[in-house]
T-cell receptor, first 113, second 117 residues
């Protein structure tokens, strides 16, 4: 039972480069989420998706792009990385029934130099 | 506006002490859910408990217990006889509005618990 897998675990990139963080879940959960975690800010929602081809903005969507062509994948792209996007990124998923608990991936630590 | 406040930023205890992590929330919804998650030093986020607004019974799971009080809008978490393995950041979260297409949670900023041997 692989659950939810994020890749890479660690990434260093330069300012201005495009970088994509991958998220794959094996549960066929309807909902998927991208959060970023920063000291002093806790967890902030970037984007979420209720189903394939349905995505919506969270609190801090600027500078990020998502897609969800398949239920199991929810990649997050930083189109032109900035230092302020240095963070730990978590992908999560839930079943579509009510307020099920979130299941999180192990996170991607992204450093933008 | 909905809000979750975890007033304790950091707590340090000695092993075997009991410790309570506070969570106070604000919501206009009559139906809502509250959650606790644990983030150990390894970094993953682990679900601990979900409680809905109609169930005010306290919950106990081993050394962990949760006290939900609607009258004070609190959902506090107590660890009895703490152990070093309990060292982690603990997050409290609140469901935002009706489910619908929305499954967003309102998160507290977390309480960092250090249990010292």
């Amino acid at each position: 039972d692989a659950g939810i897998t994020q890749s890479p675990r660690y990434k260093i990139t330069e300012t201005g480069r495009q970088v994509t963080l991958m998220c794959h879940q094996t549960w066929s959960h309807s909902y998927m989420f991208w959060y970023r975690q920063d000291l002093g800010h806790g967890l902030r929602l970037i984007y979420y998706s209720a189903a394939a081809d349905i995505t919506d903005k969270g609190e801090v969507p600027d500078g990020y792009v998502v897609s969800r062509s398949k239920t199991e994948n929810f990649p997050l792209t930083l189109e032109s990385a900035t230092r302020s996007q240095t963070s730990v990124y978590f992908c999560a998923s839930i079943l579509g029934q009510g307020w099920s608990p979130l299941h999180f991936g192990n996170g991607t630590r992204l450093t933008v130099t | 506006a909905q809000k979750v406040t975890q007033a304790q930023t950091e707590i340090s205890v000695v092993e075997k002490e009991d410790v309570t992590l506070d969570c106070v929330y604000e919501t206009r919804d009559t139906t809502y859910y509250l959650f606790w998650y644990k983030q150990p030093p390894s970094g993953e986020l682990v679900f601990l408990i979900r409680r809905n607004s109609f169930d005010e019974q306290n919950e106990i799971s081993g050394r962990y217990s949760w006290n939900f009080q609607k009258s004070t809008s609190s959902f506090n978490f107590t660890i009895t006889a703490s152990q070093v393995v309990d060292s982690a950041v603990y997050f409290c979260a609140l469901s935002e509005g009706r489910a619908g297409n929305n499954r967003k949670l309102i998160w507290g900023l977390g309480t960092s618990l250090a249990v010292n041997p």
